[in-house]
């Protein structure tokens, strides 16, 4: 049992993994603050669920169709997107989260309240898995492909094109970047890899309410995104791995561990703003330092192949852009 | 270069702009070909809004803008600088936490921008020469991996035009590139524009700076209070008693 109840908690780390990375190419790449990813990991989860059960298709027909669906429900609910801008567009996603909600709540099509129930378990040639170690393979499969895109998305023109919109959004017309296009194609990306998130989710757990979508969950992510180091490759992942197993492992202290884990939110947010792996923070600068000592006599600037043009003109550089600037080039 | 003969590069047509009650230009009509020309006039001229005009960020109240024979405003800035007209900012606008050699990249990714190809991978043999290439033509070499908003004013003032440079236009719209600048810094400035010129560049720049103007520029527009009120060689145009009179006062 003791076997089991790891690998669940595993099971829905994997799962948490792949959400928060993939809030991270909507709000990390593209800078698109979102409080409504819980939305597009529901929709995922109810899509694939009705393909299922109302359907009878078998599971991996299920996963593409929440992967399609969500990603082109995305598309739609990510046009709010193109007329406001950060904190209005906050609060649009948040409503965006509650009209989704409320939409599985009372439409009956979604189950209404008693949500869906019976979800059948993935089975692949006959061979029914739910939970288990097959089960733990496929959820984080899944979020090494959710980690290569991301990561191959940072390496491509439109990656770079997600740091001008991010940055700066009329600097980034100047250099030809349609700013609304890539909004879209961010919303569009980001949610497409929740809807496989949310279909696992739904096969792992068997039912489906719609209490588990709501707003609060969408904090959880951007909290994990912003914890681990926005706009990383790696960050998402630690944000998402400590603060998914933190309420397991703080089970001792009971009822305070929520309290715990609020104040671990609020002293990294005070103290380590970019984030427990961002690329200012004091571990990832650690963490750099440990595994690449610098050529002798250079601090950190190994790297830099070029020095200014003379010592008396150069002006105080950092060159850790070069190694370790945000995603763009590693 | 499709431009045809007689055909102005850029044409501005009685274009007027309003904001509510005020009318910061009201049917100014300007041609340039290829020249460095000058856009000069006092604060509140409206000079800033006619480059935002013409590269899309604004759209005129009244008015055309003909761009190579082509009628362009109504089109959104990232079609512009497609269509070959890049600009700078009189706010520097850098991509600052991006390196400085990121920065031109993204100058330089602008035709793939449109397509599928905005998902391919952006380094390159050619994209990487390409861009140190304008880093070297604009003396930025030595920074390439600096962290854009690590440079000083003066090299971002530089790194925003090698940006617009990296987009490959045949026009270039300068919003006080020598502003903060110091006197060296606004001659090295000058020389960069005359090789872009010679490249075979168009240039229209607005100044502040009198002497950086009439010393770098072949033509000279003034803008006053939303019109234009001479135009000219430097000479001509500081000689101009209507000019004289919009920067000091005049006398009566």
Request: proline share 5%.
């Amino acid at each position: 049992m003791f076997g089991g109840y790891i690998i669940s908690v595993a099971i829905f780390v994997g799962i948490w993994v792949t959400l928060a990375l993939s809030l991270n190419i909507l709000t990390g790449y593209a800078g698109q603050v979102s409080l409504g990813h819980a939305a597009f990991f529901g929709i995922g989860a109810y899509t694939s669920a009705i393909l299922s059960l109302k359907y009878g298709l078998p599971f991996w027909v299920d996963f593409l169709g929440a992967i399609v669906v969500t990603g082109l429900i995305g598309m739609v609910l990510g046009l709010p997107s193109l007329r406001v801008r950060h904190d209005f567009l906050v609060l649009a996603t948040m409503g965006i989260n509650f009209v989704v909600v409320a939409v599985f709540k009372y439409v009956d099509f979604f189950g209404g309240a008693m949500g869906l129930i019976n979800i059948p378990a993935p089975s692949i040639l006959g061979y029914s898995f739910r939970g288990g170690l097959p089960y733990l393979s496929l959820v984080w499969a899944f979020a090494a492909f959710t980690w290569l895109v991301s990561w191959y998305v940072s390496k491509t023109w439109a990656g770079l094109a997600f740091h001008t919109v991010r940055i700066d959004e009329e600097a980034a017309a100047a250099v030809g970047v349609s700013v609304p296009r890539f909004k879209v194609y961010a919303f569009v990306i980001s949610s497409a890899l929740a809807g496989g998130a949310g279909c696992l989710y739904g096969h792992f757990i068997g039912s489906l309410f719609p209490d588990t979508f709501v707003f609060v969950e969408s904090i959880v992510v951007l909290s994990m995104v912003i914890f681990g180091g926005i706009g990383t490759l790696r960050g998402p992942i630690l944000g998402a791995i400590i603060l998914k197993a933190a309420p397991e492992l703080l089970r001792f202290v009971q009822d305070y561990r929520f309290t715990i884990y609020g104040a671990l939110l609020v002293l990294m947010m005070l103290f380590q703003p970019m984030g427990l792996l961002g690329d200012d923070s004091f571990l990832w600068r650690s963490l750099t330092r440990l595994f690449s000592p610098p050529a002798r006599g250079e601090p950190r600037g190994g790297e830099a192949e070029e020095q200014g043009p003379d010592g008396s003109t150069e002006p105080a550089l950092t060159y850790r852009g070069a190694r370790h600037s945000s995603l763009s080039k590693e | 270069m499709s431009q045809q003969l007689g055909t102005p590069l850029l044409e501005v047509q009685r274009v007027s702009k309003r904001f509510g009650g005020l009318e910061a230009l009201r049917e100014v009509s300007l041609q340039t070909e290829r020249e460095i020309l000058g856009l000069i006039g006092p604060n509140g001229a409206g000079k800033t809004t006619l480059f935002n005009i013409i590269s899309g960020f604004l759209p005129p109240s009244s008015g055309q803008v003909y761009y190579d024979g082509r009628l362009i405003h109504g089109h959104r800035p990232h079609q512009i600088v497609e269509m070959g007209i890049a600009r700078t900012f009189q706010i520097v606008k850098p991509f600052g936490s991006l390196t400085v050699m990121e920065n031109v990249l993204s100058g330089y990714g602008m035709p793939y921008y449109p397509s599928w190809r905005a998902f391919v991978r952006r380094f390159t043999p050619s994209s990487e020469s390409v861009t140190r290439d304008i880093l070297e033509r604009t003396g930025l070499s030595a920074w390439a991996e600096a962290k854009a908003s690590s440079l000083p004013i003066g090299l971002q003032r530089r790194l925003e035009i090698a940006r617009a440079l990296a987009t490959g236009p045949q026009m270039l719209l300068l919003d006080e590139p020598a502003a903060g600048l110091t006197a060296q810094e606004a001659e090295e400035l000058a020389t960069l524009i005359r090789q872009l010129y010679e490249q075979g560049i168009s240039l229209i720049v607005i100044e502040h700076n009198m002497a950086f103007a009439m010393s770098l520029c072949q033509r000279i527009v003034v803008l006053a209070q939303g019109q234009v009120i001479a135009e000219g060689t430097p000479a001509e145009v500081q000689s101009n008693p209507a000019v004289i009179g919009a920067y000091l006062g005049s006398e009566t």
